[in-house]
């Protein structure tokens, strides 16, 4: 099994936080989201590690440090904050060539191919429904026989079959472990919530259709 970092990087732009995911800009109230679309994978990992740099409020250098102590880096992204969590990668591949670095998130699930070919330094992107194959890929499985991720071959993206629907949510293991040993809770604070305060997702998908709704369409699907 390979050691496991699952990131919330840094910002260079703005834009921090986000209802679980990266979106969110910064600005004078402080409001975060807990990052749940990275703690579920991370807790199917083996000593993995959740660490949320803008909730924290880490440094690009304080998140380099961190990551020199494994193998494998996911990092969420978001449309906003692309371009900004790129600049993080290119860092962290410049300071460890060896280290895998693979994104998630609802940006290179609908813009898959832009995405992995976007920067030398990132090795797959992993698309919609992300948790089992970030654990096959963690467990050594090789890229190309790892359903839902894209990669590059000379130069060219490469893009897996899609992975089927997740339906039993008793395949993924409870986020709330994670979250007491990775994250402080205090960190984490929406202004119409009680704070402190703890968000879990007990469900996925949608039977509705709502053109605007971003997550059926990229993780959990109209079921």
Aim: glycine share 6%; charged share 20%.
């Amino acid at each position: 099994m390979m050691k496991t970092l699952f990131l919330n990087p840094p910002s260079f732009d703005g834009f921090d936080g986000g209802a679980g995911a990266r979106y969110q800009a910064k600005r004078e109230i402080r409001s975060f989201w807990y990052p749940t679309w990275l703690a579920q994978p991370a807790a199917l990992v083996p000593n993995s590690r959740l660490v949320d740099a803008p909730a924290r409020g880490l440094s690009l250098d304080e998140v380099l440090a961190i990551a020199r102590d494994f193998e494998l880096v996911v990092m969420h992204t978001s449309t906003p904050s692309f371009h900004s969590d790129v600049k993080v990668i290119e860092a962290m591949k410049e300071a460890d060539p060896k280290l895998m670095i693979g994104l998630v998130g609802a940006h290179v699930a609908v813009s898959s191919e832009a995405s992995v070919l976007a920067s030398d330094a990132i090795d797959f992107i992993a698309r919609n429904e992300f948790d089992f194959a970030i654990k096959e890929i963690a467990e050594g499985r090789p890229l190309a026989e790892v359903d839902g991720v894209s990669y590059k071959v000379d130069g060219r993206a490469v893009h897996n079959p899609e992975r089927a629907i997740l339906h039993d949510m008793d395949q993924l293991p409870f986020v709330t472990p994670i979250y007491h040993r990775d994250l402080v809770v205090e960190d984490y604070f929406i202004g119409y919530l009680m704070h402190p305060y703890m968000s879990i997702y007990t469900g996925r998908g949608c039977k509705s259709r709502c053109t605007f709704c971003l997550w059926p369409q990229t993780i959990g699907g109209h079921t």
